[in-house]
């Protein structure tokens, strides 16, 4: 089992890989199933926010609601896609009022 794994773009890959994470290419077409398949065998999943973009507003809900393995979206390499606020998820699984 890796400890790691990177779904996203080629150019933040190249980072992660050399930080010794598995790293995954995704795209439009196979995003889903690569981190579905990166859940199977990694204790920590991390998606780019561009590669975020490609799921449903329920397909990432679904996964950032994953104890285990956490899946957290991370800043993409260009900036372009604004990462998620978790705030109001993390208060709801907690039973915070705000």
Do not use: W
Not at 3 to 23: H, N, Q
Not at 28 to 44: D, F, G, P, T, Y
């Amino acid at each position: 089992m890796s400890v790691t794994a990177f779904i996203g773009d080629e150019i933040s890959a190249a980072g992660y890989r050399l930080c010794g994470v598995d790293v995954h290419i995704a795209d439009r077409v196979n995003a889903l199933s690569l981190i579905k398949q990166a859940c199977e065998s990694a204790s920590l999943v991390l998606v780019s926010s561009s590669t975020a973009q490609y799921l449903t507003t329920r397909e990432r809900a679904v996964l950032m609601e994953k104890i285990t393995p956490a899946v957290i979206v991370v800043p993409d390499v260009a900036g372009k896609q604004a990462v998620p606020d978790i705030t109001t998820m993390i208060h709801k699984q907690l039973g915070m009022l705000e």
